[in-house]
């Protein structure tokens, strides 16, 4: 498998999980930076690989009425001042051609959303310009359609690709999470993150915004874990009754040091070799 080198450690070829962790979207540079440092404190005291993640700009909101975020310039300023100041790589997603330039000069990791995980040229140029490229597989695919879209950024020049699985559509409203998934798209030769939050969420499911099962967060995380995903992205939010964005499927912080501690214990044991 491909061993991708991120800040000081490595993604893949069986090394322990990394954790891709943030808000759903930033909201001001206060909390950002607040949750950040958190979760720097917290991985380190558990020795897990840790990754920031927020997104600036979320363009698929469910309604034209939802909070989108600060935008690139502003959203980009932060993420780079978290990086910065707290030595943590950063991870966002893009959604325009036009920031693609600007975000590769921040980002460690250039994120494609599921949405446009399909479009050529978009997958293509930020394999050009990205050090590392992770893209989610849309829910409207199979596992095995992600061969294809690998083939994209492979032949744009970038060999530093992650898959994250996060569900596929189940009927209106609903995902539903194939652990077969983590097997399958491993075999292509790549680091897989598994999204465990946002698979549990319900898309649309509240009329004008997305429902979710928070609840469901850790089963799915643990049977990922079991199934040998490389990272595990958790959205997270001190208080998601009031975040501003994906509340209903985002983690409490104060709820994820046992889980982190148990997903330890089974990434542990799978990956240990067999005596």
Known sequence: MKR?????????????FVLIAGPCVLENEKSAMDTARYLKRLTAKLDIPFIFKASYDKANRTSIKSYRGPGAKKGLAILEKIKGELDV??????HRFEEINAAANVLDVVQVPAFLCRQTDFIAEIAKKAGVINIK?????????MVNVID???????????????????GYNNLVFDVRSIPILRDMGYPVIFDA???????????TSSGGQRDMVKYLARAAVAAGVDGIFFEVHRDP???????ANSLYL???????????????LIKSPIK
């Open 254 to 268: 104060n709820e994820l040091e046992n889980l982190l501690t148990m997903l330890k214990k089974i990434d542990s």
């Open 4 to 16: 991708i080198k991120i800040s000081k450690f490595i993604i893949g070829d069986n090394k322990k």
């Open 137 to 145: 597989k849309g829910q409207f695919l199979a596992p095995w359609d």
């Open 241 to 247: 009754e009031k975040a501003l964005c994906d509340g």
């Open 197 to 207: 939050t946002h698979s549990v969420q319900l898309p649309g499911g509240e009329g």
């Open 89 to 94: 790589p950063v991870l966002s997603d893009v």
């Open 152 to 170: 994209k950024a492979r032949k744009a020049g970038n060999e530093n690709i992650m898959i994250t699985e996060r569900g596929v559509s189940f």
